[in-house]
Every structure is written in C-alpha cells, then in structure tokens.
C-alpha cells in the first residue's frame, strides 16, 4: 500500500465533489468572524455520521483546511480576522488593502497556504513517527517556554509605541485570569456573576477589538468624508506576481515552524502564525524589517504558511499516538471513533489503506483550496466595491451573529459591544490590539503551564533550567523581547 | 442584571400566552399526557461539546429512540462552567417528556464542589442509565509498577507519585484523591487541561501515573506503551479483562464517571415511566450496544430505580470526599 | 511639569485598575501548597501595569485626531441598541430595523437601496447561518 495507490482510492467523482464542498464551506466559516475552523469541523461533525469514513473524514478535512485559509480574506480585505489564526495575517494585509495592493495580497495568503498545508502534509506522510517523539517531549516547563517564546513576540508587534504595546499585553494577561483558575478551580474576578465563571472567551474580544472599532472607525472616516456611497480602497492593483519567487524562502521556513507547532500538544493555528511572523520579521534585513506591519508581503506570507502548517502538524499525534494536538484535532478524533477508526501507533497496521487514501485526500484538499482561493479573488475583492455604508453594517450584524454562533450566549455579544467601544478608543490614542488578541490566547496556557511545572517539580524553579527544550525557549523568549528594547535604546541614544 | 430583565420581559408576555391558550395543569392530565405521548419532536440535551464521549453516547441513544418512538429526536449542545450550563438549562426545560438531559457524574460533583446549584434530587427525574467508565490507575509500559500492590507500596513507603489528572475538581481527580484517602498516602496531582495532554504526559514520561477513563488509554494499552494496573470498580471492565478490580485487592472503591438520560423533576410520572420504557428497549437494543462499544465506552443499563440508587450512593461518597479535598 | 495630556488620563486609570486588581487578587485563596496560587500571576501583572503605566504618564501622545466625533458616538448607541434588542425580539426582525436605521444614520437617503438591504440581508444571513450552517440563532418573541 502506498501514497499512489491512496490517490487511486480517490477516484470517484463523490469524494471530489465532497472535498470541494468542504473546503468552500470552510473558506465562508473561515471568513466569517466567530466561526473558527473548530467549530466548522464541529458543526459538521455529526453531518459525517451517516457516511462512509473517507467521504466523512475529507469532508470535514476540506473544512478544516479551508476556514483557516478563509481566516485570511476578511482579515486582509476589511482588517476583521475571521479567525484568531489570521490575526497576524491582518497587520501587514490590510496594510496592503489600503496601499491598493489586495489583490497581490490575497494572492500571497493563498498560495502561502498552499504550501503550509502541502509541507506540512508531506511531514505528516513521511516523517510521523519520528515528529511523534516532538509530542512527547513537550511537558509543562516546554509549553512554557513555547508560551513565553510567543508573549515575547508583543514587542514586535507593539507598533509605534513599545509601552503601549506592552500595557495592551498585559492587560489582555489579566482579563485572561478572569474566570476559575485552570490549576484550583478557583474563582477570580468574577464578582459572584455564573458567565464569568467561564472567563472571557478570547473569540468575541477579538471580534470587538478588530472587527466592531473597525467598523466604528470606518464610520468616523466615512462622517468626516462625505459623498457618494464611497469605495473602501481607492484603487484595486493588479497582481504583483513578480513578488512570489522572493517569498519562497520564507513560506517554506514559515510552514515547517507551522507543522512543528501543530505537533505540539495544545499549541494551535494562532499560536504558529504568530511565531512565524516573529521568525519572519526577526531575520529579515534592516530596511525589510521597518517594512513589517506596514504592508510587508513577508508578513502575510509567514503568517499563513505558519497557521495552514499546523494543519498537517497537528494530525500527527493524533494518528500515532491516539492524542489530538489542538482543538480541530480533537473534535477529528470524535470523526475517527465514530467511524470505528481508533487514531493510535496501529493505525497503519489496522486501516493502512484508508490512511493512504485520507493522505491522499488531504494532499487534494490542499491543491482544491488553493485553486479555489485563486479563482476566488475577482470574487473576493468585490468586497471592496460595496459602497461603505453597507459594509458597515454587514460587519457589524455578522459580528453579532457570529459572536452569538460560538456558545448560542447572549454574553459573548454584549462582549463584542464593549470591546468594539474600548477597540475605538485604543485606535484613537496609540494601543494596538493585537497584543491584547495574544496575550489572551497564550496568557492561559503560560500561566497554566509555569503552576504545572512548578507542581511537578514540588516548587523548584530549577526544572526550567535543567531541561533542554524548555531553557533553551526561555532563553529565545527573553532574547526576543529585549532585542527590540535595546535597539531602541541605543537608537534613541544615539539621537 | 441586564439579562435577568430582558428575560422578565419575555416571561410576563408569555406567561400570559400561556394562560389564555391552555388552563390545565399538566400534574392533574398526567395520565392524559402519557397517551398522547410523545407528541411531537423531542429533543436531548448536552451540556458538552460536539464530538466529545457524551455528545456521542447522546447521538447513539437519540438516532435509536428515533426508532423506537416515530418521533425525531434532536440534540442540542449546550457547553459551559464544566457541564453546569447544559443541565441547569435541562433543569428549567419544559417538563413535558420532550426535553431529556444527558446528565452525567458531574452532576453530583459540582454541587459539592460549590460550582453549581443542582440537585439531582430536586431537578431531575431520572429515566436511565446509558454508561459507566470506571477510573483506570495506568502507568508507563516500562514503569517499576508491576502490579497495582507495587504501586500501593511505592505510595506507603513515602514516594511521591506524581498522578496526573483531567482537571483539579474533575472526577478523575476525585477518583485518585479518594484512593490517595483510602491507603493513607501523600501524591502529588498534577491537573492537566483534559485527559489527552495527562496521558501525553505520561506517554513522554514526565509523570507516574494518570486516573482517566479506560477508553483514553486503551490504545495505548492494546500498543504495549501503557499499562492498567487497576480499575475503580466492583466488576472487571469488559474492554481490560485482565485488570483486576481494587476491591480485588481488598480496596473498596468504585469511582468513575456515568452517564445518564434524565427529565426535569416536575414532569408527570406516567410521561416518565412511557419514556422509560421506551428509553430501556432503546438502550438494551443491540445497535445501541454495538455503538457504545465501537466507542470504546463502558456499556451499563439501568433502570430509573437502579439509576436513582447509583445516584444516592455516589452522592454519599461525594459528599464525603469532596470536602475533604479542600478544593477552594 | 508639561501640560495635562491624553497619556496622563489613561495612566492613572491603568493605575487604578492595576491596583483594584492586587487588592482583589489578595483575598484569592492558594492551597496549591508549594506551586504559586491562584494570586501570583494576577498580583505580578498587576504590578507591572502599575510600572508600565507610570512609564506612560512620561511620555508625550503622538498627534492624533482627538476630538471625539458626535456621530461616532452615535453609531456606538445605536449599535448598542441593536444587540441589546436581539435576543428580546428575536435576530431577523431587530436586523430588520437596525439594517434600515443605521443606513438612515450613516446618511443614505436612497429608499431603493435601504428597502432592499434591510430586507435581504437578515434573510439571507439567517438562512445561511440555520441552514446551511446548522448554527442556531435567536429568535425572540418575534422571529
């Protein structure tokens, strides 16, 4: 049984239709803010059941593929993530929307994801067994460091003022305590109120921050501009395609960090974006460097081929060791049992033929999404062409809705009205947001894991240094921040 | 506060709907109701997500009900505070039949813990028992720990086991802290954030033992990287026969998790005992039962006398236990 | 000492919230024995906001548009409203409304373009999201 003969499993006109079908399915839940690619896959989960194995589990895998690619479009087009994944995505690809450049940018996002999901995949067929043994060695004081190594990344991405950055943070670290402590069940902050128990769900914050103030600002600008129903983007370039071949480097360097992530347990799509934008903008040269957050094609292209990489990486545990490495793993794990496939080191023994054909079928996945993304774009940046006043309110009563889709709660939607406001005002006064989207998604998880380490080391502290992976992230971790302080510093000496 | 007053305005109109439209009781037209039941679609309600262990036992038992009754049985997830969401949500459902809670052992849990404000007693009617999943005391392949008497040694003579759990509160937690009491030793719980990073955990060698379901750990187990030194049940589990049991070894505990089809507590009697009915053909039926195992869960029917038994006596031990554990 | 500016305002409201934060953290019970409790982590952010927030009030606002825009705020109550009224009345119908409204607000005038949008774009956003998404949403008293 091999990979060719995977492929030969494929021919039937059924599984293709279903592997377009999830996988454009996935690019609207993708695009949609609130709809992340795990509730996608959840959402379809039961639609699965009544199907043989390979159409369900492709269903769901074009979904998967396609709604964190999808992620992108609205993130680059209208700077509202559709999911936490393309955050970073927005920085430099809204940038490029304002610069005209949409469509060269859309361009990069889709053939960024391409790759991550095609080397990633690749990994994942060839190289399983041994990347299982990344998994486990990845304990609390490595999930740690790999959650310190991503805070680190805040003062890169602060922007114009590094306090501002850093106080944007760390207030997203303490609105990430509120709820019950994940070590004790403890309470905190939530003033005797049942919603809060659950904390913040970072999903509806993030669609305030970016989505909603963006609206807000988008009305401002819109009040102060009077006219005809106005376009959002001036002008619409053609495709700079001469771009691509400089980017090679960093999509291919973007998609391994990506699939590596993906392989560590509980580190996701928005954790390996926003890594690989940092690697990205860390070794690019001086005048390339200045250039990040201001449209900087690199950024796009590392952020997408870092969040699609996962994609492949994140399979890997769970096919050899029985052990979902992030949340869209997880419910495929559900996919699995339910079609009385066991993920699990026998897998290959027990349904090696449907896994070459699933390997297949995920390589097929990645190439029907990326033709799909290409044709897309005519269709996607006539976004753009929608006169601004609609636009305005589309953003905002799809935000309400999606908010509402991620818990069927009222709460969450309350939540995007107040960060929508708070969002405005950071704008106006300096603060960005995505160091608040940051710290809320890997606040937890250092949290969790620095009290974790600490209770299996009985309370020394020497754990993080006598491990290798865990000292040597740490140490990466506070290299990365003060990198940028110091040649500040320096720089304002200068001066 | 916002919310309560949005929801009084919403209750006052349709309470006023409801009394023009319909003034009997349904306590006096029990009878009436059970014969004209069900009525129309009914619907399961799951206080976790889509794709988990209970969603499944909840779609398995939904699609064959289906069956049985001639009426579409939906599923609906609603997630939150450890599964105090959903089965409040099922707590306050209209008490008519059509409305079952999957409940499961969380339901006596969280009220002791302080995180809930449920009462199995007063909520709830139960109309049977659908699984039961035992906790497994599991070590490396290649662990010291040979048998489960090895382990207890180890524990006596002052080592400091590190036992992973699925959360501190959660009833794997419960399981192992109750061991821990029951052979007078000191282990050091490390809570992870759910089963799968706990056996990750142990499967890499960080940590000595975890106390989660058999079915987290069977592949493992079936693959020689894992092995079950005991179960926490009265009976070996079907899926590990060469386990034995604690009370094997003169320990008597059985802790674990179970799952269970429930109505709100104001529903009719003869609604219910129509819906027992219907539910105990349903759940003893073999495709039931071949589902549950495909998904590698512990299959266990009970009738509502049996369910409402297992019920009081867990909720003894809990309310023992819990306090005990000083968990805030 | 300059002139009282933007930085300062924010600053002392991140040092109020810095501290609310550490007294309130300060009653959190830790019986995790000898790993940090409950408290640490939000004591030692709240601290450093405290730091980061005295650092800010040195420093001097870049030249932005300040001035708070009449109709911004407008448009945030109106939003405000609008999810307010969601879950009471139910999604199609409030989105109805709202959809009308603030096209009225944001100043289009043409009937021919707010009839149909306000009437297209609940539908079609409720059809998508129930039916071909299966994700619910509210309905309220009126649809």
């Known amino acids: 049984m091999n990979l060719w003969e995977g492929f030969l499993g494929l021919a039937d006109p059924m599984i293709l239709i279903l592997l377009v079908t999830g996988v454009l399915l996935g690019v609207i839940i993708g695009s949609l803010p609130g709809l992340t690619a795990t509730m996608g896959v959840a959402l379809f989960l039961p639609v699965t059941f009544g199907m043989e194995a390979i159409p369900g589990l492709l269903l769901l895998i074009g979904i998967y593929f396609g709604s964190i690619y999808g992620g992108s479009i609205a993130a680059i087009l209208l700077n509202t993530p559709g999911t936490p994944a393309a955050a970073a995505t927005a920085m430099d690809g809204y940038a490029m929307t304002k610069q005209g450049e949409a469509r060269t940018a859309l361009n990069i996002a889709v053939i960024a994801s391409g790759f991550g999901s095609i080397i990633s995949v690749l990994m994942l067929i060839f190289l399983s067994p041994q990347l299982a043994n990344i998994a486990l060695n990845f304990s609390a004081p490595e999930m740690f460091g790999l959650a310190l190594f991503g805070l680190s990344i805040i003062s890169s991405i602060a922007g114009a003022s590094l306090v501002k950055g850093l106080i944007a943070g760390v207030v997203g670290l303490l609105i990430a305590t509120i709820g019950m402590d994940p070590m004790t069940s403890y309470p905190r902050y939530t003033f005797d109120q049942p919603v809060l128990l659950e904390g913040f769900n970072f999903i509806p914050i993030m669609i305030g921050l970016f989505a909603v103030s963006e609206a807000f600002i988008m009305a401002e600008d819109y009040f102060k501009d009077k006219g005809g129903p106005m376009k959002v983007a001036a002008k619409l370039l053609k495709t700079n395609w001469r771009l691509m071949p400089k980017l090679f480097p960093t999509m291919t360097k973007s998609s391994f960090l990506g699939s590596i992530i993906g392989i560590i347990p509980g580190a996701g799509a928005d954790v390996a974006a926003f890594v690989s934008y940092n690697e990205a903008q860390r070794f690019a040269k001086k005048e390339d460097k200045a250039l990040f957050g201001k449209g900087n094609p690199k950024g796009i292209a590392a952020a997408e081929a870092g969040n699609q990489g996962v994609t492949g990486g994140a399979m890997v545990p769970l096919l050899t060791l029985g052990i979902p490495g992030d949340a869209v793993a997880a419910v495929m794990l559900g996919a699995f049992v339910v079609q009385g496939i066991q993920p699990g080191p026998q897998i290959f023994q027990t349904s090696g033929e449907l896994m070459y054909t699933l390997f297949a079928g995920m390589l097929v996945a990645a190439i029907v999404m990326v033709i799909i993304g290409l044709l897309g774009i005519r269709l996607f940046t006539k976004v753009l062409l929608v006169p601004k006043t609609l636009m305005i309110t589309i953003i905002l009563v799809l935000s309400t809705i999606g908010a509402f889709a991620i818990n069927n709660n009222m709460f969450d939607v309350y939540v995007i009205l107040g960060a929508g406001i708070i969002g405005y005002f950071m704008k106006k006064h300096g603060f960005p947001a995505s160091p608040i989207v940051l710290a809320l998604i890997l606040g937890p998880m250092a949290e969790s894991e620095f009290r974790r380490a600490l209770t299996m080391s009985e309370g020394s502290l020497m754990i993080f240094a006598t491990r290798p992976i865990a000292a040597t992230l740490i140490a990466l971790a506070i290299l990365s921040l003060f990198t940028p302080l110091l040649v500040k510093f320096f720089k304002d000496r200068k001066n | 506060m916002k919310k309560y007053l949005l929801s009084m305005g919403m209750i006052v109109p349709l309470m006023a709907l409801a009394a023009c439209g319909d003034d009997s009781s349904t306590e006096a037209n029990g009878e009436e109701a059970a014969e004209n039941f069900p009525e129309n679609s009914l619907e399961v309600i799951v206080p976790y997500a889509e794709g988990g262990g209970t969603d499944l036992v909840a779609r398995a038992f939904a699609e064959n009900l289906q069956e049985e009754l001639g009426e579409s049985v939906s599923v609906s997830n609603r997630e939150g505070g450890g599964g105090a969401v959903g089965m409040q949500a099922g707590a306050n459902s209209s008490a008519d039949g059509h409305s079952m809670t999957l409940v499961t052992v969380e339901l006596l849990t969280l009220p002791h813990s302080g995180l809930a404000e449920l009462s199995y007693e007063e909520d709830f009617k139960p109309v049977a028992l659908l699984n039961e999943d035992s906790a497994a005391i599991t070590v490396h392949a290649d662990s010291d720990y040979e048998t489960i008497e090895d382990f207890i040694d180890a524990a006596d003579s002052g080592e400091n086991l590190q036992i992973g759990n699925s959360g501190t509160g959660a009833i794997w937690h419960l399981a192992a802290s109750a061991l821990e009491q029951e052979i007078d030793g000191s282990f050091n719980h490390v809570p992870f954030d759910g089963a799968a990073p706990a056996v990750n955990n142990l499967l890499g060698g960080h940590i000595d033992a975890v106390s989660v379901s058999p079915a987290e750990v069977i592949n493992q187990v079936e693959n020689g990287d894992l092995r079950v030194l005991a179960v926490m049940a009265d009976e070996r589990v079907d899926a590990l026969p060469d386990v034995p049991t604690l009370s094997e070894t003169g320990i008597d505990l059985s802790i674990g998790t179970w799952r269970g089809i429930t109505v709100p507590a104001d529903t009719p009697d003869e609604v219910v005992d129509v819906l027992a009915d219907a539910a105990a053909t349903t759940a003893q039926s073999d495709d039931f039962i071949e589902r549950i195992e495909t998904l590698q869960l512990g299959y266990r029917y009970e009738d509502p006398a049996g369910f409402t038994e297992l019920m009081n006596d867990q909720d003894a031990l809990f309310g023992e236990l819990i306090p005990s554990l000083d968990l805030n | ?143």
């Open chain 3, 1 to 143: 000492m300059k002139r009282l500016h933007a930085n300062h305002i924010i600053s002392l409201l991140l040092m109020v919230f810095a501290a609310a934060a550490f007294i309130m953290a300060q009653s959190f019970n830790s019986s995790s024995g000898v790993a940090p409790g409950p408290a640490f982590f939000p004591q030692v952010l709240s601290g450093l906001l405290f730091v980061l927030a005295i650092i800010l009030a040195f420093q001097t606002p870049t030249d932005t548009d300040k001035k708070l825009n009449l109709n911004v705020v407008f448009i945030m109550i109106a939003f405000g409203v609008y999810v307010f009224l969601v879950e009471p009345i139910g999604f199609v119908v409030s989105t109805v409304i709202f959809t009308a409204g603030y096209l009225l607000i944001l100043g289009e005038r043409r009937w021919y373009f707010i009839v149909p949008a306000a009437i297209l774009l609940p539908l079609i956003v409720s059809y998508s999201f129930e039916h071909l998404l299966h994700v619910p949403i509210p309905h309220g008293l009126l649809y």
